[in-house]
């Protein structure tokens, strides 16, 4: 479609081929044809579009915070020269990533599971140690060579290139999948940037805990983003253990707990309904003001650039995004005016639910054949929104009516509840006695479940947690 993220490939030769170097880092020879300028470029690449599609999160002094804590880590490490950019997208799963070339991320989700200064370090210095290892380079080189062609990234884009991508493009897809080798070598070299920075490496250990606790609190139905790749949780804290002892670990190194608990306080806490949420397959956005009905049954998926849902046979897919025109006319023209888009009959004005719209049928010609679809630009306080329908063009017959009542069902948003919802948030709380976290929760009550109160706390229901120990509860959300 016309803004289609073009996915970065690589179309190297043999003669690239400059020898197996040493990498610093792990002390092994590597089979690299990429050179670090070209992980540079990709990394900044590949990041931008990560940006653009998922929001930085929008708390400055937080960015600050992680970047400060990324930077002094990545001053360690084998490779500090690289451009290191530490960042936090606006997401809510529990996830870190690792870009070629020093682009690191983390999601808000994963900030409010830890406990620590030192529990981030060691999530970061496990990312930084991807790159120091340039396991996605070692990759792409063998990819390479078997002759295989690489995407660099799978990436949403506000118009959606693969459609039977849109469920799988998040950020635990968003670079190449690395194999549980490269994840052990991370996490030793992690452990190493945190003992050069003076972290106590035992905070490792817990962050491995409570990854295995989010993991079963879910049933094992759904693995934090940072586990889907990983080795067990339960055997990463066997080997960090080993570690601790054979390195005489005291437990003395810094752990930041309290200047890490005020960094984080306010986060938003899961999904934020600000940004648009779900009942059900109906779609509610408080700050556009709009609701949105997907067909019943269909997958969704919500962005910072757009959402979508894809049919159940995975062969359909309906759309909402903002257009970058201001009247719905202009922005049917721009759509249509794509080469590889053609008008199928006439154009139509029309209005949504009072609203002046215009709409068309097309086709498309793109790398995965011919698509058939229905377009619809409406036009809603100043803002023109992006309303598409499209599968292959054999199957669109099945699904013409489909499209026309769920694009069909855009509106305004006008019930109060919905418009005045808010975002679950951390609140600090610095407790006058001791107690267990159940007397916590019962004391001062959580929007979430007395599971996820113990696991972001890093405590077990029964322990007694002291006096004047500062605890975290979640607090608004949707009622």
Known sequence: MKRILAYPTLALTAAALVGCPVNPATGERQFITISERQEIEMGLEVAQQVEAIYGLYDDPDLQTYVNDIGQKLAAQSEKPDLPWNFRVVDDPIVNAFALPGGQIFMTRGILGYFASEAEMAAVLGHEIGHVTARHSAEQMSRAQAAGVGVELGAILSSDVAKYRDVLTASLGLMFLKFGRDDER???????????RTGYDRSESVDVFIMLGRVSDAAGGSSLPGWLSTHPDPGERVERMRQALAEAGETGSGEIG????????????????????????????????????????????????RAVAGVSEAGDALVQLTLAEESNPNAALEAFLANEAIEAQGSRSSRRVNGMPARASYFQATTEQGQLRGLAVFVLHDNRVYELLGYTPAETFSTYDETFQRSLGSFERLTDPKALNVEAMR??????????????????????????????????????????GTTLKRVVGGVK
Not at 185 to 195: A, I, K, T
Not at 440 to 453: E, H, M, N, Q
């Open 185 to 195: 070598q991370s996490d030793d070299l992690g452990f190493r940037y945190m003992g």
């Open 257 to 304: 707990r309290d200047r890490y608990m005020q960094q984080i306080d306010g986060l938003i806490f899961g999904e934020n309904p600000r940004n648009g949420y779900f009942e059900g397959e109906t779609f509610l956005h408080p700050d556009l003001a709009f609701i949105f009905q997907f067909p019943a049954g269909w997958q969704t998926q919500n962005t910072n």
């Open 426 to 467: 951390i609140e600090l709380v610095r407790i006058n006695r001791a107690m267990t976290i159940e007397q916590f929760a019962a004391r001062y009550p959580s929007t979430v479940s007395l599971t996820t109160v113990a696991i972001i706390n890093g405590v077990q229901n029964d322990d007694a947690i002291p006096s």
